[in-house]
């Protein structure tokens, strides 16, 4: 039998990839509960409709990347490609629409076939927050602001620009996409052929592509900014207004756009040049009518979703591995002991080891491989006297302490350091 490996577009997080990717996660656990937001979890897989219905039957994640499969009942699933239509889905399906707002966060896997390559799985990790309710640009400020606080405390802002963009309201977009309708047909012959493709169902895709060809005639192509309607206008000065106020840096791209009409007003990435052609590390925008293409009212909502693997990657280093202590027992009357002083040091919240086997030589052998803070041993003498040698491993300096005090002594030492 050959040996086996991960199936290609997925990989193992162990040691130093699971500690970054885990730091990510609870950096942004934790700043999204400043911001008051409480987290959901959704299933891995849905009902085939729910991405149909929200990403568009014209977006390549739905005409080309999607896992979808049919169930022993006849049912057609589909592997999430990304979390906002899910948690719209469940803000549906839960009979939260008269409860708003509604603030989520939500961490997880997501699925798409794509050709793998840096920062790029066809099985990724998302960290993602919606929230739904609020129409007012405030919103989107401090959803942008809470995206911009997690870079901060991952330590990599710094190597991040937000970019933001208004893609205007429902008469603001018509304009403008007549507008390109028409430009882009002046200028078909130039066009790629995925390019003509979406000149009649999506003409806004066209802005996105990456087709050399394309890129020339998109330079020229009309911009928002000259249809815009006063409220619009006005939305998008209000937002750049309250990001001065808040402290958060951007840069205005005309160029981001998002090709599905439930999208309005707010689209930005927060984007880095550190990580090749996988640029964008987290991005969202407003999206006004979602909650209602899954049956539920018109909520308003503005979200975000930034890739895990490619944040992890921008990170320094990797947080440390957490250092043990190490309980060693010598000789066989000691191991009774040895294993009561373990479960209090566990139960006191001490992280806390001990080794199965080996003489006492290859128990500190091992306390060192563990990089433990401290070994405690424990001999036959030691038992019948109820203490123990506190050993630092750092300094090499050695304590004799009363079993019953041990956990009480780390845990001064520890509020000391």
């Known amino acids: 039998m050959s040996s086996l490996q991960p199936v290609r577009g997925t990989h193992d997080l162990i040691g130093e990839s699971q500690r970054r990717f885990a730091h990510v996660i609870e950096t942004a ?19 085939t409709r729910v991405f149909m219905r929200t990403l568009g039957d014209t977006s390549d994640v739905v005409s080309k990347e999607m896992y979808t499969f049919e169930d022993r009942g006849g049912e057609s699933l589909t592997l999430r490609p990304e979390g906002t239509a899910s948690v719209c889905r469940a803000l549906v399906t839960n009979g939260l629409t008269q409860s708003l707002p509604q603030k989520v966060f939500y961490a997880g896997p997501m699925f798409r076939y794509e050709r793998p390559q840096k920062g790029r799985y066809r099985q990724f990790h998302q960290i993602g927050a919606e929230l739904l309710g609020p129409a007012e ?21 710094r190597d991040t620009v937000l970019e933001l963009n208004t893609l205007g309201d429902i008469e603001s977009r018509t304009a403008w996409r007549d507008a390109l309708i028409a430009y882009f047909t002046e200028r078909r012959d130039e066009l790629s052929t995925e390019s003509l493709s979406r000149l009649e169902r999506n003409p806004l895709r066209i802005l996105d592509s990456k087709a050399p060809q394309d890129r020339v005639v998109v330079e020229d192509a009309p911009m928002i900014s000259g249809y815009l309607t006063p ?26 756009v998002r090709g599905l009409d439930y999208y309005s007003h707010t689209a930005f990435e927060f984007v880095t040049n550190r990580l090749g052609t996988q640029g964008t590390v987290l991005a969202g925008g407003r999206y006004d009518g979602l909650v209602s293409e899954m049956g539920g009212p018109k909520t308003p909502a503005i979200g975000w979703a930034g890739g895990i693997e490619r944040l992890s990657m921008l990170l320094d280093e990797a947080p440390a591995a957490p250092r043990p202590v190490v ?11 040895g294993l009561t002083v373990l479960q209090a040091l566990r139960g006191a919240g001490i992280r806390a080891e001990t080794s199965y086997r080996g003489n006492t030589k290859r128990r500190m052998e091992r306390a060192n491989r563990l990089n433990a803070t401290h070994a405690i041993v424990i001999g036959e003498d030691e038992v ?13 300096e050695q304590t004799e302490v009363g079993m019953d005090q041990i956990t009480a002594f780390l845990h001064g030492l520890s509020r000391g350091a």
Do not use: C
């Open 29 to 47: 656990r934790r700043i999204t509960g400043l911001y008051g937001f409480d987290e959901w979890a959704t299933p891995i897989f849905e009902d």
């Open 137 to 157: 640009p405030l919103a989107d400020a401090e959803v942008i602001a809470m995206g911009h606080d997690i870079l901060q405390a991952l330590g990599i802002a």
């Open 231 to 256: 409220l619009a206008q006005t939305f998008w000065d209000d937002l750049r207004k309250t990001l001065d106020i808040l402290g958060v840096p951007f840069s205005e791209n005309p160029r981001i």
């Open 327 to 337: 309980v060693v027992p010598v000789g066989d009357d000691a191991v009774t002991a």
């Open 384 to 396: 019948a006297r109820g203490v123990a040698q506190v050993k630092d491993l750092d300094r090499g």
